[in-house]
Nanobody, 111 residues
Framework: QVQLAESGGGAVQAGGSLRLSCAASGTTFSIYPTWWYRQAPGKQRELVASITSEGSTNYADSVRGRFTISRDIAKNTVTLQMNSLKPEDTAVYYC?????WGPGTQVTVSS
């Protein structure tokens, strides 16, 4: 059974950093692209960043230059390093791989 589990969320002040991790069991991140999404209260879920099986990355305009997605094949994890956080980054962050979603981790940025 495939399971994804996010970790690393929390509460920080604007300008701070957080590092989110997504760990997979029952599958490997090396075959298909992996995505990080987020959903703020009252808003639709939006794509934040993605990384392909070849390691190519892509970012939403709102986070480009501040967030970095990376993958550790040996540990079977995908990480989202978030710097210069803004209050508008407050959301639940989800890891997504093929048809699977993690339960999400809350990120709260205060001004």
């Amino acid at each position: 059974q495939v399971q994804l589990a996010e970790s690393g969320g929390g509460a920080v002040q604007a300008g701070g950093s957080l590092r989110l991790s997504c760990a997979a069991s029952g599958t490997t991140f090396s075959i298909y692209p992996t995505w990080w999404y987020r959903q703020a209260p009252g808003k639709q879920r939006e794509l934040v960043a993605s990384i392909t099986s070849e390691g190519s990355t892509n970012y939403a305009d709102s986070v480009r230059g501040r967030f970095t997605i990376s993958r550790d094949i040996a540990k079977n994890t995908v990480t989202l390093q978030m710097n210069s956080l803004k209050p508008e980054d407050t959301a639940v962050y989800y890891c997504h791989y093929t048809q699977y979603w993690g339960p999400g981790t809350q990120v709260t940025v205060s001004s």
